[in-house]
């Protein structure tokens, strides 16, 4: 028996949220994977403003929702996701040089990239490491994303957090619950938004700045793969790597369909362009169990699965039992 989900209420949702709100969007043009199937609504917002008042619409009307950045570490489900995706696009950014730390104050849909080389402009450093991971502001601190000695944990000073209940929050690194990859908004999605954040600085000078973030921009390139992946797709366990596991256990460019264990980081799984999001879960499943077998460690999901994967994951389940 198919179970047919609950139609939205479009009409109080244009009502509320106006008319670029769009309908039956296809995931695979807003995800770096460039996999998954269709929301049934989308809305871009432009501004904090715009961002706090969609979040509370579909909180009061109880519609399921997720916040939309770059598209990064979401495998989003070929049966699509029964509700509205916001697409954030809210990236104001404010460099604070005369503050004590100096500071940058974004709001989250702001690209991680682009924080980092406007810091460096005004001679501060200290997010040279954050220029390297791609993402917006709002994800990288739901995720407490890092790369090279750096994380959102230590950068953070305060977060603005939107709470059902509660309203306008600030919350420190402390509240956030940092941990590996992690954080309690991760571990309880829905539970609360993220607005904007203020991030540490430390002072530097332009060109310092400029030659370290081109340092390592250019070693992240040599060391991942091209095309479209979701990133890394699982967190390194604790005194090891994921993607030395996975290439010891013999499946570097092993394939499932259109996917591929890249041949130049094993845990980068590339979509040759003809894949779904079934061969990623299919794969990721393969990989899982080989290296459970192999070493007796189970790899955990740095990724997050997004829409309708329940009945997904049995057909997907059954494939490989098969």
Same mark, same amino acid.
């Given at each position: 028996?198919? %179970?047919?989900?609950?139609?939205?209420?479009?009409?109080?949702?244009?009502?509320?949220?106006?008319?670029?709100?769009?309908?039956?969007? #296809?995931?695979?043009?807003?995800?770096?994977?460039?996999?998954?199937?269709?929301?049934?609504?989308?809305?871009?917002?432009?501004?904090? %403003?715009?961002?706090?008042?969609?979040?509370?619409?579909?909180?009061?009307?109880?519609?399921? *929702? *997720?916040?939309?950045?770059?598209?990064?570490?979401?495998?989003?489900?070929?049966?699509?996701?029964?509700?509205? !995706?916001?697409?954030?696009?809210?990236?104001?950014?404010?460099?604070?040089?005369?503050? %004590?730390?100096?500071?940058?104050?974004?709001?989250?849909?702001?690209?991680?990239?682009?924080?980092?080389?406007?810091?460096?402009?005004?001679?501060?450093?200290?997010?040279?490491?954050?220029?390297?991971? #791609?993402?917006?502001?709002?994800?990288?601190?739901?995720?407490?994303?890092?790369?090279?000695?750096?994380?959102?944990?230590?950068?953070?000073?305060?977060?603005?957090?939107?709470?059902?209940?509660?309203?306008?929050?600030?919350?420190?690194?402390?509240?956030?619950?940092?941990?590996?990859?992690?954080?309690?908004?991760?571990?309880?999605?829905?539970?609360?938004?993220?607005?904007?954040?203020?991030?540490?600085?430390?002072?530097?000078?332009?060109?310092?700045?400029?030659?370290?973030?081109?340092?390592?921009?250019?070693?992240?390139?040599?060391?991942?793969?091209?095309?479209?992946?979701?990133?890394?797709?699982?967190?390194?366990?604790?005194?090891?790597?994921?993607?030395?596991?996975?290439?010891?256990?013999?499946?570097?460019?092993?394939? !499932?369909?259109?996917?591929?264990?890249?041949?130049?980081?094993?845990? *980068?799984?590339?979509? %040759?362009?003809?894949?779904?999001?079934?061969?990623?879960?299919?794969?990721?499943?393969?990989?899982?169990?080989?290296?459970?077998?192999? *070493?007796?460690?189970?790899?955990?999901?740095?990724?997050?699965?997004?829409?309708?994967?329940?009945?997904?994951?049995?057909?997907?389940?059954?494939?490989?039992?098969?």
């Amino acid at each position: 028996m198919i %179970d047919h989900p609950t139609p939205l209420p479009i009409h109080e949702l244009r009502a509320q949220l106006g008319e670029h709100l769009q309908e039956n969007v #296809p995931m695979s043009s807003y995800t770096t994977a460039r996999v998954g199937g269709h929301a049934a609504a989308l809305l871009a917002v432009g501004s904090g %403003d715009e961002l706090e008042h969609a979040v509370q619409v579909l909180w009061n009307l109880e519609v399921p *929702f *997720f916040i939309l950045g770059s598209g990064a570490n979401l495998l989003v489900s070929d049966r699509g996701f029964h509700g509205v !995706v916001i697409l954030n696009r809210a990236h104001q950014i404010k460099v604070d040089a005369a503050g %004590d730390p100096p500071s940058v104050w974004a709001e989250s849909g702001a690209v991680l990239g682009t924080i980092a080389r406007r810091a460096g402009l005004r001679g501060l450093g200290g997010l040279e490491w954050a220029a390297t991971v #791609p993402g917006t502001l709002g994800g990288a601190l739901y995720g407490n994303a890092g790369a090279f000695g750096g994380d959102m944990q230590q950068a953070l000073i305060m977060a603005e957090i939107l709470h059902p209940i509660d309203g306008r929050l600030s919350w420190t690194a402390d509240r956030m619950e940092y941990d590996y990859r992690t954080s309690v908004l991760k571990r309880h999605p829905g539970q609360a938004v993220i607005l904007a954040a203020r991030l540490r600085l430390q002072p530097s000078t332009p060109e310092a700045v400029k030659t370290a973030i081109a340092e390592l921009s250019a070693k992240r390139r040599s060391t991942q793969p091209p095309g479209a992946s979701l990133g890394s797709m699982f967190k390194n366990p604790q005194d090891d790597y994921a993607g030395r596991l996975i290439e010891a256990a013999g499946l570097k460019g092993m394939r !499932v369909g259109g996917v591929q264990v890249s041949e130049v980081h094993a845990n *980068f799984f590339v979509n %040759d362009e003809s894949a779904c999001a079934s061969d990623y879960w299919q794969l990721i499943q393969l990989v899982r169990r080989t290296v459970q077998e192999k *070493f007796g460690v189970q790899l955990e999901l740095e990724i997050e699965p997004i829409g309708d994967w329940d009945s997904e994951m049995q057909l997907v389940e059954k494939r490989i039992s098969e």
